[in-house]
């Protein structure tokens, strides 16, 4: 899908979660103290090395680390922290049943379930939860929205398809994208780069 205008992604700062490889998902995780520094980080990156972005259209997950995040991140560019809107469509992907264990844990609880999705990465889909084909239809739906330039505060999943939806990326690739917290991806002309 060509973007007709920049949009700009950050992933979250980190979480206790991250640190101990839960799979977070829609569970409302809060940031921790690495991941508020980071949120201020990308902030300051941002307004430096790519000050245009100060004119977008802000937008969040409603998921509180997302928030906390876009909350730092504005104010680390001097912005009003609360200047920005949030949306449903942005959550994580969500690991349903799945929410809260470690993948060493899920292997132990069903392996079977975990050696498929390992198969199937792009298709598979937990008990109760989203496939990354679920989520990239979800996201392609959101980008259809966009009225103009934007950043949007989301979660890893979110950025991996959109490598996918915007850059043309082979789904089987997307679950395998490394997606870093304390940066911004710019997604332009039907490419990507780190900011």
């Given amino acids: 899908m060509a973007l007709a205008f920049p949009l700009c992604i950050v992933r979250h700062g980190e979480t206790d979660w991250n640190v101990e490889g839960r799979l977070q998902g829609q569970k409302d995780i809060p940031l921790n103290g690495r991941g508020r520094d980071q949120a201020a980080a990308v902030g300051h990156i941002l307004k430096r090395d790519y000050p245009e972005v100060l004119g977008f259209d802000f937008v969040s997950s409603p998921l509180s680390r997302a928030r906390e995040t876009m909350e730092l991140m504005r104010g680390a560019m001097n912005l009003d922290p609360a200047g920005y809107r949030q949306d449903d469509g942005l959550k994580e992907l969500t690991f349903g049943a799945w929410e809260g ?38 996201i392609a739906g959101w980008l259809a929205g966009l009225k103009g330039p934007t950043l949007a505060v989301t979660h890893g999943g979110v950025a991996r398809v959109l490598f996918g ?24 002309g039907g490419k990507a780069r780190w900011v």
Avoid: H
């Fill in 101 to 138: 264990y470690t993948w060493s844990e899920m292997r132990q609880r069903d392996g079977a379930a975990c050696a498929a999705r390992e198969a199937n990465k792009w298709g598979f889909c937990p008990p109760g939860g989203e496939s990354y084909a679920m989520l990239s239809d979800r």
């Fill in 165 to 188: 939806i915007v850059c043309g990326m082979p789904p089987a690739d997307l679950p395998m994208v490394d997606i870093v917290q304390g940066r911004a991806i710019v997604f332009e």
